[in-house]
């Protein structure tokens, strides 16, 4: 299997501290990643710097070979908050936006997720629900084409029937060959879906680690093994 | 990889859009005024108020540049900060030239319609000659009918075109700026230092302008400034020394977005 | 389906399966449903639906047919087999616990019958 993500020396900093310090990691392509971490711990920060987003000041990142900031976005599809949208926004409207600005966006693949997740094309930004929002990013971010999906925190503050369907189809607009990463604090909801899963603690990663090591290795749970890692009873 | 004229597109739809609404409270906020004037006069129309109210437009209309201007330039910022833009498989140099030219087209735009009532008030104008007072007589022959030197109107205008590019890239020089200096140090009390640093950036960008522009007319035109030939040349200059100073504007601008800009949501 | 958090899904998915075929829901030769599916039956990814049938395919319980999909073996014995399986391993921890409470093979059987008169009764 090849490497869709390579981070090689990684090292950030922003407002004169430390981020990210000596981040290097290897994803295979076709897996769940679970990326686990406090609130604040930069997990954020990692994905940004990956959809190329944010800068890097030292360090390498590779997407499926690529190491140019355009062609990396190119391969890289990460979930936006829609923050820069208008709250007067239209939904038909932002969808019209990533129609026209990303051309391996598919209005086919759209619609269906976003029947699926049931979504209103005429409901502006303003009226929706977290739930609601978090679907309609969920869908727009999925119905690109791309080799890599960050998915940030797709389901903090969402209600658990949305989640679900969230959940769902994640697991059911995913590629075989495609490649998902997935942000959380709260790592029960998505547990089961998870291959592997790297942690960030004190600005470092730990090793990506299998989930069926964490439970044969350890016979713990995820959301066990995480709270041990940061209790540090896990080295 | 995005097109530059689909992104083009994108954002000029938004500013249009904008410009529209703009300039639809322009003319609502006029023809409120015309009403007011209507009512106070006992509902009486006489000619001589179509002078008034075309000073009042005339009022108005800056305002509503002023407010064009700076919402462009809020709008201009507020791109080059943010994921929903910066996530777009485009380089870092077509985002930037796009943005500055969907603002810039946004405020053609904004000109031709304003261009459009002028004539309009122009021409009314023009047809009832002789009631009008002496202040837009002066204003319709001179500016209207009589234009002395179509080059000089032209070169004037360029310059006018470049003096709000140039002022634009100045802006966004000091915002990255500042963007850069809170995102290398630890900054306490941020929001004070960012608008000292406004201020400071600003002055020394209009110090190391004014000083070029004067010290380039100083060595061109050391003999004096008064010989109307001389103010066509000297608008010709101008021109040059404005790009120059956009041109290397922007490619400072377009350096610090591609290496060190991040977006702020 | 909820998922014991500290025993890799794909056993568990796997059981589950193998409870499924055992019970006639999927019955001999039939087709399984597809992994994609699957997967959003059992709100897990694919990869670890893949991984389950992997095993019951070398196990033989499921047979891959190329590009039609996969289909539960026709072959009675093997599901036989496979409960019979599951009984042993069912049986195995019960039997040695009460092994070290030194019971004898009589009373286990004994009281294992109880159990099961007991259970009647309550059931009735």
Not at chain 1, 192 to 202: G, Y
Request: charged residues 20%.
């Amino acid at each position: 299997m090849s490497n869709v993500l390579k981070i090689e020396e990684l090292n950030y900093k922003k407002g004169g501290k430390k981020i990210l310090e000596d981040v290097n990691l290897k994803l295979d392509s076709g897996k769940i990643i679970g990326l686990l971490g406090e609130n604040g711990a930069g997990k954020t920060t990692l994905m940004r710097i990956i959809a190329g987003v944010n800068s890097v000041s030292e360090g390498v990142i590779t997407v499926n070979g690529n190491t140019k900031k355009i062609l990396i976005k190119e391969n890289v599809s990460l979930s936006d908050h829609l923050d820069g949208f208008k709250a007067t926004n239209k939904i038909s409207e932002i969808v019209h936006f990533y129609n026209a600005v990303y051309q391996d966006f598919s209005i086919t693949k759209y619609e269906d997720i976003a029947n699926f997740l049931g979504l209103d094309m005429t409901k502006k930004l303003a009226a929706l629900s977290t739930g609601t929002r978090g679907k309609l990013v969920i869908a727009l971010t999925l119905a690109r084409s791309a080799k890599l999906y960050l998915l940030d925190e797709p389901l903090s503050g969402i209600d658990s029937i949305s989640r679900k369907k969230i959940i769902s189809s994640i697991i059911r607009w995913k590629d075989d060959d495609s490649t998902i990463i997935i942000s959380d604090h709260y790592v029960t909801a998505i547990a089961s879906l998870l291959d592997e899963v790297v942690i960030i603690k004190n600005q470092k990663i730990r090793d990506l680690i299998p989930v069926e090591q964490i439970q044969s290795d350890y016979h713990l749970g995820i959301e066990a093994y995480y709270e041990k890692v940061y209790l540090g009873e896990i080295q | 990889m995005t097109r530059m004229r689909t992104l083009n597109n994108q954002l000029f739809f938004n500013r249009w859009k904008m410009i529209n609404l703009v300039f639809l409270i322009n003319l609502m906020a006029f023809g409120i005024v015309m009403l007011i004037d209507v009512v106070s006069n006992k509902m009486t129309f006489k000619l001589v108020m179509f002078d008034k109210w075309y000073m009042y437009y005339m009022l108005l209309t800056f305002v509503a540049y002023l407010v064009t201007w700076v919402l462009l330039a809020k709008d201009n910022e507020q791109v080059l900060f943010s994921s929903k833009y910066r996530m777009i498989p485009i380089t870092e140099w077509k985002l930037y030239l796009s943005n500055m030219l969907s603002s810039l087209l946004a405020l053609i735009y904004f000109w031709f319609l304003e261009g459009i009532v002028n004539t309009i008030f122009g021409s009314i104008q023009a047809n009832h000659f002789l009631v009008g007072n002496a202040l837009t007589s002066i204003l319709y022959t001179k500016a209207y009918y009589k234009l002395p030197n179509v080059d000089m109107t032209v070169r004037s205008f360029i310059i006018g075109f470049l003096s709000i590019t140039l002022v634009w890239s100045i802006v966004t020089l000091v915002h990255f700026l500042i963007s850069l200096i809170s995102d290398k140090f630890a900054l306490k009390k941020k929001r004070v230092i960012k608008y000292v640093l406004y201020f400071l950036i600003t002055y020394i960008c209009l110090m190391i302008f004014n000083s070029t522009v004067s010290g380039v007319f100083v060595l061109m035109y050391g003999d004096g400034f008064n010989v109307l030939e001389k103010i066509n040349s000297m608008l010709l200059t101008s021109i040059f020394i404005f790009i120059g100073w956009i041109v290397v504007l922007t490619l400072i601008n377009i350096y610090l977005l591609k290496k060190h800009i991040e977006t702020d949501y | 389906m909820e998922y014991i958090e500290n025993i890799p899904i794909y056993l568990q998915i796997k059981d589950y399966l193998e409870e499924k075929i055992i019970t006639e829901s999927y019955s001999l030769g039939e087709q399984m449903p597809s992994v994609r599916q699957l997967a959003l039956e059992l709100a897990v990814n694919s990869n670890t639906v893949q991984k389950a049938l992997k095993v019951m395919i070398e196990e033989g319980v499921i047979i891959t047919l190329r590009g039609k999909g996969n289909f539960v073996t026709e072959n009675a014995a093997i599901v036989e087999e496979l409960k019979n399986q599951i009984v042993s391993e069912t049986f195995d921890s019960t039997y040695d616990k009460l092994h070290l409470l030194k019971m004898n093979n009589q009373e286990i059987t004994n009281s294992f019958s109880n159990y099961v008169k007991q259970k009647e009764k309550n059931f009735e």
